[in-house]
């Protein structure tokens, strides 16, 4: 059984731009959440998905969004990327309601804003 | 606000000792708490999951055991070998309904030494 995929792996962007960053669940997960881990923060939440609605959000800005589509598949986008954007996003799917909510993460889509 | 806390950050040891990591969390109204590894530039790999109402899992040489009351949790590694050489991170997730939305530890680093 596929783990979680994540796309692309490494990426260098320039302040100011976007990047979209994908995320492929492990069949029959409906929730995908994301996560971004830097050094000095930790590992913090982003937002999660479920059948494709948004259900949390983190304390992140708005230029952090994302989208689920109906296969599962989850992107998420960064607008007019800063320096501080620089991280690890990592992405987890799990079953969704009404399980026990174990949690699988992808290898990570690590992001260097010049 | 939940907030989680591992001690020690970092720990050496050499092959063969058992070893004990801590993880504590300011609320214990919690709904599970999970535990991962993870190895520099990749991402989470789950080691075990424990619901509120269970007190301890295990799997292989790892043995995680939870005490809601005093908000702690511990995952005790026996045998430990150079290949248990990895960051550990402890997770709680607040409720049924908060989703994939986990609070995540600073993490323990552990190496193992041949």
């Known amino acids: 059984k596929a783990g979680v995929t994540q796309t692309p792996r490494y990426l260098i962007k320039t302040r100011g731009q976007q990047v979209t960053l994908s995320c492929s669940p492990i069949s029959g997960h409906r929730s995908v959440s994301w996560y971004q881990q830097t050094p000095g923060q930790g590992l913090q939440f982003l937002f999660e998905y479920f059948s494709e609605t948004q259900r949390n959000k983190g304390n992140f800005p708005g230029r952090f969004s994302g989208r689920q589509f109906s296969n599962s598949r989850s992107e998420m986008n960064v607008s007019t990327l800063e320096l501080g954007d620089s991280a690890l996003y990592l992405c987890?799917?799990?079953?969704?309601?009404?399980?026990?909510?174990?949690?699988?993460f992808g290898e990570g889509s690590r992001l260097t804003v010049l | 606000k939940q907030e989680v806390t591992q001690i020690p950050a970092a720990l050496s040891v050499p092959e063969g000792e058992n070893l004990v990591l801590n993880c504590s969390f300011t609320d214990s109204a919690i709904y599970n708490l999970q535990w991962f590894r993870q190895d520099p530039g990749k991402g989470l790999t789950s080691l075990l999951l424990?619901?509120?109402?269970?007190r301890e899992q295990t799997s292989g040489r790892l043995n995680a055991s939870l005490d809601k009351s005093s908000g702690r949790s511990t995952l005790y590694i026996a045998a430990s070998q150079p290949g248990d050489s990895a960051t550990y991170l402890c997770?709680?997730?607040?409720?049924?309904?908060?989703?994939?939305?986990?609070?995540f530890g600073e993490g323990t680093q552990l190496t193992v030494n041949p």
């Open positions: 997770a709680v997730r607040p409720g049924e309904t908060s989703g994939s939305r986990l609070t």
């Open positions: 987890a799917s799990s079953l969704g309601q009404g399980s026990i909510g174990e949690l699988f």
């Open positions: 424990i619901q509120s109402s269970q």
